[in-house]
């Protein structure tokens, strides 16, 4: 290097990427075309020609980004590309096959070639069967150093303590193989074997060869012997079991092994002049088809920040920043696909159509809306066999518990309003449950109601204990039932526990009250929240008294004219208190093993189904996760489940978390969802899902493919009381299950606008 040095804000100038796999590959020689008077340096530990795997999947917007940034690289790429459109499942004989999906791969090793040639042309220092220095000595040598060096990288373990990696192992074993034809479409094929379920992912890479994936839970693996069988017995194995999709074929591997997958998240991705890219970074499951993808797209954005930013350190930031989200959000899309296959026995019984929608909307990216437009005839098919009326969107069939029937899916979820006063609901709640039963949904539920002045959240909570506050409700109801007939009402009932006498939640959510705070009891004498009023463990004889206020509510409730009542065992109140291990630390009969924790929940669900009215339902929301170490299990959610069912609970309302303070909840769009499909399936239950579910199309695609039966949503309704009415609008459905009250039906249509096209022109003039 001769001359001046080179401003920081001029670009790093001597960059290092530690590993050649596609993104490494691809950040250095987009590095090196932005800048030729870098002087990058790829060290890459195995020879040129040696790779693992075999097919790599883009999709057409990745492809859009490479084609901007390099399009040598992207004409090399559409050459060698193998197209295709449609899905192919497979299950029990039947094969059901959905279109219009867009898929471009090719070989591994053709795309790395690809790579290694571009790379070569523009001057990057390619240095093959070389192991990388340790990162604190490139840290030193080089401006930028680019760990992509995979999911097991050394670089991210070296320094743990900067990129705080999470590494979570999951329940399957898989492995990478390749068969010497090519698929005529993405193939799911299911294999019910006398060791378990088993299933093939397989796409095509070239015009005679596909990458074959298969794919089986860790126990179903050890059963079949797996555990026992070299790399050429497991081949041969898998060949057999999957002949008729390879048509007799054999399979081919490549230094193939089982493996479990791992889902690597990173606090940070960089840290000085060292950032992490691809694998190294993040990993999602190969069942959404997304490694390669994340790790090009990581480089193109890379590229571009360096570019944009004077600073490695700023670039870096908003590298971070960008791309940190997107990715989260695929990884929350993996994980719902990943699990889906851990759980796929659960499905197995479904109806052969349902079952491919449910397997394509797995990841809830491809939904029923979007499946509509790329492939009407399959997504009518699936529609027709669950039993829509023609033009009858999913969410607007109807749907029967008991002696009710809800004319559509959609439920208003329970939602504190904590404006009562002295327990009695008032105007507001007129005004507000009014409206949103207006609004068009097939049921509107109150928010808790409870069953004592002590068993209030805050001071402004709704009850049922005097017979006053029973009118009032009454009034509530027969408002519901003159002037939104077709909607039913139903109330929630519950107990603060150990989480009462505190104040609205505007004034501070589960902060005590300055003053007037009344004494508390739960299963154990454990606070909230640190420095929180500590409860009393309640005794048998209250325990006695508190299921008879829960019972005396209920009669209340009925005469109340509610069409349906939830008994309210979620969120860390009374009743979940002694459901979850966290929160009940009893050494008696109400507390130790599940099946202790469950007595008492179970005696109050007994006391009100004996006074409810017989033909209307009863429900019960749960916390099926605590989102806690040492919280409620997935499989202890489900025995919950189970219990209440055969008690009489006509559906489960499938909730998570509020029950400890310190919980770590995993967000995302309808993120509980995943807890109501396993009780549902594994119970044979119907259920109630909640959690961020705000669209029409996530209601009809989680109702279609059977994982839940109805869809609460909360803030939804709060931004538009008649969101139901709107969604039916929106879909261009008139029907029974949403119409509109008369005096509104003038407004079922948007309103005009003022117009913002300009006219025409009439004629075409010539010279």
């Not at 050394?154 to 192992?169: K, L």
């Not at 350190?313 to 990943?338: F, G, M």
Request: hydrophobic content about 40%.
């Amino acid at each position: 290097m001769t001359g001046a040095p080179r401003k920081e804000a001029d670009g790093p100038l001597r960059v290092a990427v530690i590993g050649g796999g596609p993104g490494g590959l691809y950040a250095a020689a987009l590095l090196k075309r932005l800048d030729a008077a870098r002087e990058i340096t790829v060290f890459e530990r195995n020879p040129p020609d040696v790779t693992f795997g075999f097919g790599v999947v883009l999709s057409d917007e990745t492809l859009g980004g490479i084609e901007h940034a390099d399009p040598v690289v992207y004409e090399a790429l559409r050459r060698d590309f193998v197209r295709w459109d449609d899905i192919d499942i497979v299950h029990r004989g039947t094969r059901h096959t959905s279109g219009g999906h867009g898929f471009a791969a090719l070989g591994r090793h053709r795309l790395l070639e690809i790579l290694h040639e571009r790379c070569r042309s523009l001057g990057v220092d390619l240095r093959f069967g070389a192991e990388a220095p340790a990162p604190a000595v490139l840290t030193r040598a080089y401006d930028l150093v680019v760990a992509a060096d995979g999911v097991h990288s050394a670089t991210r373990t070296a320094h743990a303590d900067a990129f705080r990696p999470r590494v979570t192992g999951h329940r399957c074993r898989y492995i990478w193989l390749a068969a010497d034809l090519a698929f005529d479409a993405f193939r799911f094929e299911i294999a019910e074997t006398e060791h378990g379920v088993m299933q093939l992912h397989g796409y095509p890479f070239a015009a005679d060869a596909s990458t074959v994936i298969v794919e089986m839970r860790e126990e179903v693996w050890r059963a079949a012997g797996f555990a026992d069988l070299d790399e050429q017995g497991s081949v041969e194995r898998c060949a057999k079991i999957f002949a008729d999709a390879l048509g007799g074929r054999p399979l081919r591997s490549n230094g193939s092994a089982w493996t479990v997958f791992r889902t690597v998240v990173n606090e940070r991705w960089s840290h000085g002049n060292l950032v992490l890219l691809g694998d190294a970074a993040h990993t999602a499951h190969f069942s959404i088809g997304s490694g390669t993808k994340l790790a090009v797209e990581d480089a193109l954005a890379l590229a571009a920040c360096l570019d944009e930013r004077p600073t490695v350190a700023e670039a870096l930031t908003a590298y971070e920043e960008e791309r940190k989200p997107v990715v989260a959000s695929t990884q929350r899309a993996a994980r719902a696909s990943l699990e889906w296959f851990e759980d796929l026995d659960l499905y197995l019984g479904q109806r052969p159509r349902q079952f491919a929608f449910n397997l394509l909307t797995r990841s809830r990216r491809v939904t029923h809306d979007n499946l509509r437009l790329r492939d009407p005839s399959f997504t009518g098919a699936v529609e027709r066999e669950f039993g829509c009326p023609p033009g009858t969107p999913p969410m607007f069939t109807p749907f029967r518990l008991r002696g009710l029937t809800l004319r559509n899916r959609v439920v208003v979820s329970p939602m504190d309003m904590y404006s009562a006063v002295d327990g009695l609901p008032g105007d507001f709640h007129l005004v507000h449950l009014g409206a949103r039963a207006l609004g068009g949904a097939g049921l509107v539920m109150t928010e808790m109601v409870c069953v004592s002045p002590e068993g209030r959240i805050t001071p402004g909570c709704a009850g049922l204990w005097t017979g006053r506050q029973t009118e009032a409700w009454r009034r509530i109801t027969d408002f519901v039932h003159r002037q939104a007939p077709g909607t039913a009402i139903g109330v929630q009932l519950g107990h603060s526990g150990r989480k009462g006498s505190t104040r609205l939640m505007w004034e501070g959510m589960d902060e005590p009250l300055p003053d007037g705070n009344w004494p508390l009891v739960a299963a154990s004498p454990l606070p909230y929240r640190p420095g929180g009023q500590v409860p009393r463990q309640v005794t048998r004889a209250q325990l006695t008294d508190i299921r008879e206020q829960f019972a005396t509510s209920a009669w209340r409730a009925a005469r109340a004219g509610f069409d349906l009542l939830e008994l309210h065992c979620a969120h860390g109140y009374l009743l979940s208190g002694f459901l979850s291990p966290l929160t009940n630390h009893r050494t008696d009969a109400y507390g130790g093993s599940l099946e202790r924790r469950l007595r008492f929940p179970l005696e109050v669900f007994d006391a009100v189904r004996a006074v409810w009215p017989e033909e209307r339902p009863m429900t019960v929301r749960l916390s099926a996760a605590d989102w806690a170490e040492g919280g409620t299990t997935a499989e202890e959610a489900v025995a919950i489940a189970r219990a209440f069912a055969a008690h009489g609970a006509d559906a489960v309302d499938v909730s998570t978390g509020q029950v400890v303070a310190e919980e770590r909840p995993e967000f995302g769009r309808s993120y509980q969802t995943p807890f109501a499909d396993r009780i549902r399936n594994s119970v044979g239950v119907p259920v109630i899902a909640v959690g961020a579910i705000s669209s029409w199309d996530d209601v009809n695609s989680l109702i279609l493919a059977g994982r839940t039966d109805l869809c609460a949503l909360a803030r939804p309704h709060l931004y538009d009381p008649h969101w139901t009415l709107h969604a039916a609008a929106e879909q261009g459905y008139e029907g029974a299950a949403a119409q509109w009250p008369a005096p509104y039906r003038a407004g079922s249509r948007p309103p005009r606008t003022g117009r913002a096209d300009a006219p025409r022109p009439r004629l075409t003039l010539r010279n």
